[in-house]
């Protein structure tokens, strides 16, 4: 057991490359990495598996402490990345498929590593927290609406089995992981310490089997979408912080909302763009998985540094 927390930790640390490796296998070995996107929806599934573990109920109290910064934070999510998705799109001209992809990154949930950055970056940790969750929770309802407006008149979109498919591989596995937390919490602590390696890892598969199924498509337009989803990732960074100033929110709580609004379940937009479009339309969220890890490590690496201006609410969940 102490040398799998041994490899955990290790996968924790170097996330960012760790998936960056998932890419470059992906188009080292494209036939091979290609077999793992049938299974792509049960891989996210046990990954929000995980996160549910990591929740408590009492992660959700900030929101009745803290009302006003929680649907800022979650308002700001789901209207600033998705019309980021389409106008980067539309913008830099890319073909249907990946402005659909686009599109899907843009209205997903917050990303299931913003927490541990944030944390890193002397955030407000209960707030990203509280947001992440509120986010998900959403996402059957919210993300369907939000692709049917946004591409549903060029562009056959089902809401309902997106509604399923998100309910299938979100909301219901991370309700089971809260409950088993809820109700088995002594046996579930025991096993914590490994999560982010069942997490890590099954990221990385995600990755690698998107890239490998897309790998011609990423050597004719890898430059470009790979502007578009810097692009993408960056102003929501950008305008994530500036909504908590607007807001007149605390400094760790501006970093919360920068960290929450700028990175995204990019997992369910791979998952959804293969599941219900072509493959082409799982590859923003795949490349965007490699990006937006390795932008989070910069961000929290550059804040670390700086002592929130005024770091009067907590800066780690309470279970931490």
Do not use: C
């Amino acid at each position: 057991m102490t040398m799998i927390k041994q490899v955990a930790d290790f996968v924790g640390r170097w996330f960012a490359l760790l998936v960056l490796l998932g890419a470059v296998v992906g188009l080292v070995v494209p036939d091979q990495a290609s077999l793992i996107t049938p299974h792509v929806s049960l891989l996210l599934g046990v990954i929000m598996f995980g996160m549910g573990l990591t929740m408590r109920p009492a992660d959700f109290a900030i929101v009745a402490e803290h009302p006003r910064a929680v649907v800022l934070g979650v308002l700001a999510q789901y209207t600033i990345m998705p019309l980021l998705g389409w106008g980067i799109a539309h913008l830099l001209n890319l073909p249907p498929q990946l402005v659909i992809g686009m599109i899907l990154v843009g209205a997903s949930p917050g990303g299931t590593a913003s927490n541990v950055i944030v944390y890193l970056a002397r955030g407000n940790v209960a707030l990203s927290v509280a947001m992440t969750s509120i986010s998900t929770m959403l996402a059957p309802f919210v993300t369907p609406l939000l692709v049917l407006l946004l591409a549903g008149s060029t562009l056959d979109v089902s809401i309902a089995d997106m509604f399923v498919s998100i309910l299938q591989v979100v909301l219901l596995p991370v309700l089971g992981g809260l409950l088993l937390r809820t109700f088995a919490d002594r046996a579930v602590s025991k096993v914590l310490p490994i999560m982010p390696l069942v997490s890590v890892t099954g990221i990385v598969f995600v990755v690698a089997g998107i890239v490998g199924a897309n790998a011609d498509a990423v050597l004719s337009t890898g430059l470009l979408l790979g502007l578009a989803v810097i692009l993408h990732n960056t102003l929501g960074l950008g305008l994530g912080y500036l909504v908590g100033v607007a807001g007149r929110l605390p400094d760790t709580s501006r970093r919360a909302l920068s960290v929450e609004v700028g990175m995204q379940n990019s997992g369910l937009a791979a998952t959804l763009g293969a599941t219900h479009f072509e493959p082409l339309a799982a590859l923003p969220g795949a490349l965007f998985s490699v990006w937006h890890n390795l932008s989070g490590a910069l961000v929290a690496t550059y804040w670390v540094r700086k002592t929130p201006k005024d770091a009067d609410e907590p800066t780690e969940p309470e279970h931490a």
